[in-house]
């Protein structure tokens, strides 16, 4: 119940400004608007542990309106086997957050072994991105899974994704970093995609 947006992103600005290191989620339920990663930060979520999006638009950062958000950052990953829930995420644009995880031209990026949970509009999002790596992932969400756009070293593996509303996997170039960039290096593999309208309430 306790809102933790503040002190999740004052841990990560005291660990960026350290040169870099991991934030820890221990086990329990962390309610939180907008965390913004900076270069060189692991969020690890160990078993047990949640990150609930706020239902508050005004504690979204614009024009993000991302749950977990950054932009032209390198080195960093999210791992460990917790839980991200967007119930409250819109699922169309709004002055509300309606994206789970959304990076932009970034590079060497890691996403492994968590669960996802309602993503509003799009799950994850990479925005002109290059060697990011999607591993061990489950996605159960109300939108769009993976989307991929102006990506680059793209490695997907041993990932799950039911989206009974949109996308599973989109790969698309739509101009949104403000030049023309291809979609390329694109590996996925072993993975399973599904339309199930009944959402798993636990992931994990």
Not at 55 to 63: E, F, G, R, S, V
Not at 115 to 131: E, K, P, R
Not at 145 to 153: K, P, T, V
């Amino acid at each position: 119940k306790t809102f933790d947006r503040d002190a999740i992103n004052k841990a990560i600005d005291a660990a960026a400004a350290a040169g870099g290191g991991t934030v820890n989620f221990p086990a329990g339920t962390y309610l939180t608007g907008s965390i913004r990663l900076r270069s060189n930060i692991t969020l690890q979520l160990d078993r047990g542990s949640v990150i609930e999006a706020s239902n508050d638009p005004a504690t979204y950062d614009a024009p993000s309106n991302s749950l977990i958000w950054g932009e032209g950052l390198e080195n960093v990953s999210i791992v460990g086997s917790g839980l991200i829930t967007g119930k409250a995420l819109l699922r169309s644009g709004g002055n509300m957050g309606d994206k789970a995880i959304a990076l932009t031209l970034s590079r060497n990026v890691t996403l492994r072994d968590f669960s996802l949970l309602y993503g509003g509009s799009c799950a994850i999002l990479a925005t002109g991105v290059d060697n990011i790596t999607v591993d061990n992932v489950k996605i159960d969400t109300n939108r769009d899974g993976l989307d991929f756009d102006a990506c680059r070293n793209v490695r997907v593996s041993n990932v799950s994704v039911n989206a009974p509303n949109d996308d599973a996997i989109c790969l698309k170039t739509r101009g949104r970093i403000g030049f023309g960039r291809s979609v390329e290096n694109v590996t996925i593999t072993n993975v399973l995609v599904s339309r199930s309208e009944e959402h798993t309430s636990e992931l994990q």
